[in-house]
């Protein structure tokens, strides 16, 4: 089939945030008791999306993981505003090669307002035709919802397209879904083989030639 649309992640594939979040995520923690190291962060957030609550004792009522949860959504979304967000070295000019020969949207698990903060300081989102965040869907990724619904909007089949991520969770979900994925490697995920990924690249470059040759085969 014929490569027609991208879906992109967005932390740590458009955007330099994976660590701040790390950090937002290990302040949150500290008061709990519970020293939170990269491991830890790649183990429960990018492979699993359980957190941490798990390890909390005595465990926190749901009612309390929320408070908890929103005070550390809050403090990450002040430094957001309060420090400079940049791209993902070279992903302004693969986006502008690739956007006037591919549809391309947003699915990230990034809340909207998080998502709109960053943003509003880039000139990344006149590439794509939508986003798609935490809030516009039930079930985050693993789970293959993110990405079907993004298959919905586009009114296209899994085999044409291609999903660009980060994480295993978010490669666990593009593969539930049916959809080719490319791993963009970053200094929290350097270490991780992704088996099941179609490619695994740590460059942009290397991704735009990736990209380039599917298109060629197509």
């Known amino acids: 089939m014929r490569l027609q649309a991208i879906l992109w992640d967005n932390d740590g594939v458009l955007v330099d ?3 701040l979040f790390y950090e937002a995520n290990r302040d949150l923690f500290l ?3 519970l020293a939170l190291s ?5 183990d429960w ?3 699993d999306n359980c957190g941490a609550w798990h390890l909390i004792e005595p465990r926190l009522s749901q009612a309390q993981i929320e408070e908890w949860r929103n005070d550390r959504n809050r403090r990450y979304a002040a430094r957001l505003a309060s420090e ?3 791209a993902i070295e070279g992903v302004a000019e693969v986006l502008a090669s690739l956007s006037p020969r591919l549809r391309m949207g947003v699915v990230t698990s990034a809340n ?3 998502f709109e903060i960053i943003h509003d300081r880039l000139a990344l989102m006149p590439h794509f035709e939508f986003v798609l965040t935490h809030e516009s869907y039930a079930c985050s990724k ?5 990405y079907l619904l993004g298959l919905e909007r586009l009114q296209l089949d899994a085999a044409d397209c291609l999903v660009v991520e ?3 969770r978010g490669l666990q979900a593009a593969t539930a879904a049916g959809i080719r994925c490319i791993i963009l490697r970053n200094a929290l995920t350097r270490g991780h083989d992704f088996p099941g990924a179609y490619r695994v690249v740590d460059t942009m470059p290397q991704l735009l030639d990736e990209i380039e040759q599917l298109m060629a085969e197509g």
């Open 84 to 86: 400079h967000i940049p």
């Open 166 to 168: 980060d994480s295993p």
């Open 17 to 19: 945030t994976e660590r």
């Open 45 to 47: 957030y990018l492979a």
């Open 31 to 33: 008061p709990l008791g």
């Open 142 to 146: 693993p789970s293959p919802e993110p």
């Open 38 to 42: 990269e491991q830890h962060f790649f």
């Open 112 to 114: 909207r307002e998080h």
